[in-house]
């Protein structure tokens, strides 16, 4: 008798809490899972909801590498995908297309059928990269763009007499004035794939602006000329000095990024984000605050009366609808209030980082020198060259051949044959 | 307690009881020790469950798409594949050769210092004991995160800690370990003794802990140096320990993969690519599920040949032989 009483209450007891729980989740909900920086996200998601009282987001942030990428791998092999995953374009997006919807009709319908023309044309390109021949679907759209630099420290350069480099030959006499005075150069963290492709881009773009991407399509050699005089340009800017010793064993986050932001280090290639650093919580470096240390130049002209490298960049984070996401209508609305609603928004008033489109600006405590740079940056974005790999193979060779260069084990020539050789074995043509 | 009361003075064997007595009272006999099978074996079907859930299945589930091609163009076709490529693969060899300078370094290293570390502080040290074990366990223990970040940093010419320390002298840190691909592996293996070398000492502490003291007392009597304790006593009899270690030392080997990934990314160039890394680019960063699957397995049969070996050649008495005297106490 004890025991069947005992066991009605245990029966009683789930059923109030599963009605309970059942109570609780009768608004909408939407899952998102991301590497987005979680204190943005949820002003971004505050934002959302307030104008969105039925909706609650539940916002899951992952580490990129590996948390991220683990985490996708085995939600798609075992169908618990989340409504809304970040994604990059290229390779990442192409990895889970078959779990993601198509967002033409969604956009269509939100922001009427000229809703892609609006978006910046390389984020445009980007979006798409990857696609098999004949889909024209987008699988992701950019909630922000980013733009590539070197970042410099204004107090460092006016301390040492030094302006802003235009030529290479000033970019290295720069470098070795700041190396005498125990300064790092430019931090270059080239134990990251992701660093060194950047840099690369820049050389490249400058070189020959565009070829990387018809390189990578197949359309181009790797050996071109243009390409492997951009290979001879990254070797140099190790045996010259620029970037300081012992690069090829540093990582630009925490490491670099944190001397930079506390004077240690002259120059740094990183991009438009950079500027979010004015918005971290404080205690900030004086250097940091309202960004008054530091300004940014494009990579310098490599060859005597040249420009400086066109910009560089491209869709900074972007988001999928998976194939559940597309059985949740609040999905869409947040998806949307991301890509150029409130939320979006709120993630500009923190600095992070340029939209997609033109028009959306920080608002808030913005500093008019943050202001006059963000600017700068939207100035450069409608014309930047494609900073993404469409597929990691052809990311990953070039990592390596980079790194084999760097290294001295490998001539800039030979490195690029290893990266056709992928290319060539990836696009079915060897 | 009751069963054995049940079995009365016949206990000696089911067999020879049930032989012994008629058939008509060996059986309600035999189906209650049946019953009891089955109820003592049910306590076995959780542990069991779980094995086939998170152990089996993972593993059968890999080991078949090891067999399947990746669908990325350009993968190669057919059944064996992806061991093919694998064999074909220079990063396969480099990680291979990097995996074994990692157990021919960092085993006989770790255990080295470890049974040192043990024995100086078992043998000679009583109120600071448990302070030296602290110290020397506290890396086994610290966020793999900050072991890396932290050794980044002393390796780290130029502006690392340990060229602050040499710059009081005068001196320059002009070697950048973890940037040259001759060296990177080394100055890895080198952080990873110093995480898990407190690991080995915990272990030779409970070994040294288990040999009596009069063997010590003996010793001392028959006139034993320190030399002579250390490689008559103490060695033969913490055996088991070493033993234990070098399993656990060579399946560790295998699984290295958060200090390499964290500090080195398997760079430069591949310099320092380990199975773990070379299977988490290949697999999650890049795709090839099947290849992935693929190397995965590899390194299965070769921690499983490996243990086998080692069993098979060192025998299975991993533990000390007074503890097992005392679990089976």
Redo the contacts between chains.
């Keep these: 008798m004890k025991r069947q009483r005992w066991l009605a209450s245990l029966l009683a007891g789930i059923v109030l809490l599963a009605t309970g729980a059942a109570w609780a989740q009768s608004g909408q909900t939407v899952t998102v899972w991301s590497w987005f920086i979680a204190s943005t996200m949820q002003k971004s998601i505050q934002a959302f909801e307030a104008k969105h009282p039925g909706v609650t987001v539940k916002y899951t942030y992952y580490n990129y590498?590996?948390e991220y990428?683990?985490a996708l791998?085995a939600a798609a092999a075992s169908g618990s995908l989340p409504d809304l995953i970040g994604l990059q374009p290229g390779?990442l997006t192409q990895?889970y297309r078959a779990n993601l919807e198509p967002l033409d009709a969604y956009a269509k319908r939100e922001w009427g059928a000229d809703w892609a023309s609006k978006i910046f044309p390389v984020d445009r390109r980007q979006m798409h990269m990857g696609n098999p021949a004949g889909d024209d679907s987008t699988y992701m759209l950019p909630e922000e763009s980013q733009v590539l630099c070197i970042w410099y420290n204004k107090d460092l350069f006016a301390k040492f007499g030094l302006t802003p480099p235009t030529t290479y030959d000033a970019l290295v006499k720069t470098a070795k004035t700041l190396a005498s005075h125990g300064i790092?150069p430019m931090f270059q963290g080239?134990?990251?794939?992701w660093q060194n492709e950047n840099v690369y881009l820049m050389l490249a773009d400058q070189r020959a602006p565009g070829l990387i991407d018809q390189a990578q399509a197949g359309k181009a050699p790797w050996t071109s000329p243009a390409l492997v005089q951009a290979m001879q340009d990254w070797a140099g800017l190790f045996k010259d000095g620029v970037f300081?010793?012992?690069?090829?064993?540093?990582?630009a986050y925490?490491?670099g990024a944190q001397?930079f932001a506390q004077g240690?280090v002259g120059m740094m290639a990183l991009g438009s984000w950079w500027m979010q650093e004015a918005k971290y919580p404080p205690p900030l470096p004086p250097l940091v605050q309202n960004m008054q240390g530091f300004d940014f130049f494009m990579f310098p002209a490599l060859a005597a009366g040249g420009h400086a490298s066109p910009p560089v960049g491209g869709i900074d984070i972007g988001y999928g609808m998976t194939k559940a996401g597309a059985k949740n209508p609040a999905a869409w609305t947040f998806l949307a209030s991301l890509v150029q609603g409130d939320g979006l928004q709120a993630a500009l008033n923190d600095l992070n980082d340029l939209p997609s489109i033109a028009g959306p600006k920080p608002e808030g405590d913005i500093s008019p020198n943050i202001l006059a740079m963000y600017d700068r940056f939207m100035t450069a974005l409608p014309h930047a060259e494609n900073q993404r790999f469409g597929n990691?193979?052809i990311a990953?060779a070039l990592?390596?051949a980079l790194?084999?260069v760097?290294?001295g084990?490998?001539e800039p020539e030979a490195a690029l044959k290893q990266v056709q050789a992928v290319t060539?074995?990836?696009?079915?043509k060897? | 307690m009751h069963g054995a009361r049940d079995a009365g003075p016949a206990a000696a064997g089911p067999h020879r009881q049930a032989a012994a007595a008629p058939a008509s009272r060996a059986r309600p006999r035999g189906a209650r020790e049946d019953r009891r099978g089955v109820r003592a074996g049910l306590f076995a079907w959780p542990a069991l469950l779980i094995f086939l859930g998170f152990v089996a299945y993972p593993v059968l589930w890999i080991a078949l798409r090891s067999l399947a091609p990746d669908t990325a163009p350009g993968s190669p076709r057919g059944a064996f594949a992806n061991y093919l490529r694998a064999f074909a693969d220079p990063v396969f060899w480099i990680a291979m050769r990097n995996m074994a300078l990692w157990a021919i370094i960092t085993i006989p290293v770790q255990m080295a210092f470890g049974g040192l570390i043990a024995l100086l502080i078992e043998r000679y040290t009583r109120r600071s004991r448990a302070f030296f074990r602290t110290m020397f366990f506290l890396p086994v223990v610290t966020s793999v995160s900050v072991v890396a970040i932290v050794w980044s940093q002393m390796y780290a010419p130029y502006y690392g800690i340990v060229q602050a320390w040499l710059q009081r002298l005068g001196l320059t840190l002009g070697i950048a370990l973890l940037a040259d691909p001759r060296t990177v592996i080394f100055a890895l293996i080198v952080v990873n003794i110093w995480q898990w070398t407190g690991f080995s000492m915990m272990m030779y502490v409970a070994g040294i802990n288990a040999i009596p003291e009069d063997i010590f007392d003996a010793a001392r009597i028959d006139g034993a140096r320190f030399r002579h304790l250390v490689l008559r006593v103490v060695v033969p009899l913490v055996a088991p320990v070493t033993k234990s270690l070098l399993l656990l030392g060579v399946i560790g080997t295998l699984q290295t993969f958060p200090i390499v990934y964290l500090m080195t990314g398997g760079g430069p160039d591949h310099a320092s690519e380990v199975f773990g890394t070379e299977i988490f680019r290949q697999g999650i960063v890049l795709g090839n599920t099947g290849y992935g699957a693929a190397l995965s397995v590899l390194v299965l049969v070769l921690s499983l040949a490996l243990s086998l070996l080692q069993i098979t050649a060192l025998g299975a008495e991993l533990a000390p032989r007074r503890a097992r005297e005392e679990a089976v106490a």
């Design positions: 590498a590996p990428l683990t791998k390779s990895q790092m080239a134990a990251d794939g300081q010793q012992g690069a090829l064993g540093a990582h925490p490491t001397l240690r990691p193979e990953d990592d390596n790194a084999g760097a290294a084990k490998l060539d074995r990836v696009l079915g060897s």
